[in-house]
């Protein structure tokens, strides 16, 4: 009876040390299932405790150590930032190589590899993503996504922009489709748009995905370039004139000229005088011709008596290539400096 007296207390510390580990690993996975739901809207601030917690818990989840990586790296913390994801990377490459592994699993793998720069194992996970899910059928609008994101990873363009479209096209017809995804999935299927001058497009999905995601809209500048190529002037200066980020502000104000001159003169043209499509020239084909259409611009603005007719026709050339020239990604205010004909556009 000594003997089992003595053995009571003992197994009493037992039990209660294993119930407060299992009470941590609860505590811990709820945090994570509540972090991680705040993570899928894009609350990132609210989401952020709650992931910390699950971490401080001892949590062996991956993706939760990806989520506390991509927040710090959003509020600038880079340290924090790529401490979690390289605490995270063993655990994805895990995870992703079995059997059980998804096709979210192989998507933060090879985020993690862009992010801590390391481009062959970065191709690597892709393909080994895409080999594993590529050909399935039952992929989801939120899965589809992350695909296109492998195919774009793997360099595979065409391939990436027709799994963008996918995934559109599925998230429209879901009932509730994660706001953020459906949101980076308009963004890259617009990308699409753009490449081919579908400018209007651009702008629909665009809005759709500035609506959907509020918090982190698609960038001003691009918004008001793909407006500018849309022919909607007045919506283009409206956002040019919102960009306020030092490296652009300048640009944005040139923008804003070309679309002001391009609403009075009728809009853009898509070809020369002779008939070239813009679209078919090359960068230096385009600023020669800009350079040459300043000239023919000012020599009609300034002749004794200045035809009007003229007058319009040469402006909206040359505010046409200039419009060209920003939607090509180059910089306007630099190449009309250098041309010495900066002051047709921004007097």
């Given at each position: 009876?000594?003997?089992?007296?003595?053995?009571?207390?003992?197994?009493?510390?037992?039990?209660?040390?294993?119930?407060?580990?299992?009470?941590?690993?609860?505590?811990?996975?709820?945090?994570?299932?509540?972090?991680?739901?705040?993570?899928?809207?894009?609350?990132?601030?609210?989401?952020?405790?709650?992931?910390?917690?699950?971490?401080?818990?001892?949590?062996?989840?991956?993706q939760v150590l990806y989520q506390l990586a991509y927040i710090y790296d959003q509020k600038g913390e880079r340290d924090k930032a790529k401490a979690y994801r390289e605490k995270a990377v063993p655990l994805l490459e895990k995870q992703a190589g079995s059997a059980k592994g998804t096709l979210e699993d192989s998507y933060y793998l090879t985020a993690l590899y862009l992010q801590l720069q390391r481009p062959t194992e970065m191709r690597n996970a892709a393909q080994a993503g895409i080999q594993k899910f590529g050909k399935r059928s039952d992929l989801s609008g939120e899965d589809l996504f992350r695909l296109g994101r492998l195919y774009q990873f793997a360099g595979d363009a065409a391939q990436s922009a027709s799994t963008y479209r996918?995934?559109?096209?599925?998230?429209?017809?879901?009932?509730?489709?994660?706001?953020?995804?459906?949101?980076?999935?308009?963004?890259?299927?617009?990308?699409?748009?753009?490449?081919?001058?579908?400018?209007?497009?651009?702008?629909?999905?665009?809005?759709?995905?500035?609506?959907?995601?509020?918090?982190?809209?698609?960038?001003?500048?691009?918004?008001?370039?793909?407006?500018?190529?849309?022919?909607?002037?007045?919506?283009?200066?409206?956002?040019?004139?919102?960009?306020?980020?030092?490296?652009?502000?300048?640009?944005?104000?040139?923008?804003?000229?070309?679309?002001?001159?391009?609403?009075?003169?009728?809009?853009?043209?898509?070809?020369?005088?002779?008939?070239?499509?813009?679209?078919?020239?090359?960068?230096?084909?385009?600023?020669?011709?800009?350079?040459?259409?300043?000239?023919?611009?000012?020599?009609?603005?300034?002749?004794?008596?200045?035809?009007?007719?003229?007058?319009?026709?040469?402006?909206?050339?040359?505010?046409?290539?200039?419009?060209?020239?920003?939607?090509?990604?180059?910089?306007?205010?630099?190449?009309?400096?250098?041309?010495?004909?900066?002051?047709?556009?921004?007097?």
């Amino acid at each position: 009876m000594k003997y089992a007296h003595r053995r009571f207390p003992l197994m009493i510390l037992l039990i209660l040390t294993l119930g407060g580990g299992g009470c941590e690993a609860s505590q811990a996975q709820k945090a994570a299932q509540e972090g991680a739901f705040l993570y899928d809207r894009g609350d990132y601030d609210a989401a952020l405790p709650l992931l910390e917690k699950a971490a401080e818990k001892g949590t062996k989840d991956s993706q939760v150590l990806y989520q506390l990586a991509y927040i710090y790296d959003q509020k600038g913390e880079r340290d924090k930032a790529k401490a979690y994801r390289e605490k995270a990377v063993p655990l994805l490459e895990k995870q992703a190589g079995s059997a059980k592994g998804t096709l979210e699993d192989s998507y933060y793998l090879t985020a993690l590899y862009l992010q801590l720069q390391r481009p062959t194992e970065m191709r690597n996970a892709a393909q080994a993503g895409i080999q594993k899910f590529g050909k399935r059928s039952d992929l989801s609008g939120e899965d589809l996504f992350r695909l296109g994101r492998l195919y774009q990873f793997a360099g595979d363009a065409a391939q990436s922009a027709s799994t963008y479209r996918r995934a559109v096209d599925a998230m429209a017809a879901e009932k509730s489709p994660n706001a953020i995804l459906y949101a980076l999935a308009l963004a890259a299927d617009a990308g699409t748009d753009v490449a081919a001058r579908r400018y209007g497009d651009a702008v629909r999905k665009l809005e759709q995905a500035e609506a959907l995601n509020p918090k982190y809209p698609p960038p001003v500048m691009q918004m008001a370039l793909m407006e500018l190529g849309a022919g909607r002037y007045a919506e283009a200066k409206e956002r040019f004139a919102r960009v306020k980020d030092e490296a652009t502000a300048s640009e944005a104000q040139y923008g804003a000229d070309v679309a002001s001159h391009l609403e009075q003169c009728g809009g853009r043209r898509e070809a020369l005088a002779d008939g070239e499509p813009l679209q078919e020239m090359t960068n230096d084909e385009v600023q020669e011709a800009l350079g040459a259409a300043a000239t023919a611009y000012r020599a009609a603005k300034g002749a004794p008596d200045a035809d009007p007719a003229k007058v319009r026709e040469a402006e909206a050339m040359f505010f046409s290539l200039a419009a060209e020239w920003m939607l090509r990604g180059q910089s306007l205010r630099e190449v009309s400096l250098s041309g010495n004909y900066a002051d047709l556009i921004r007097r």
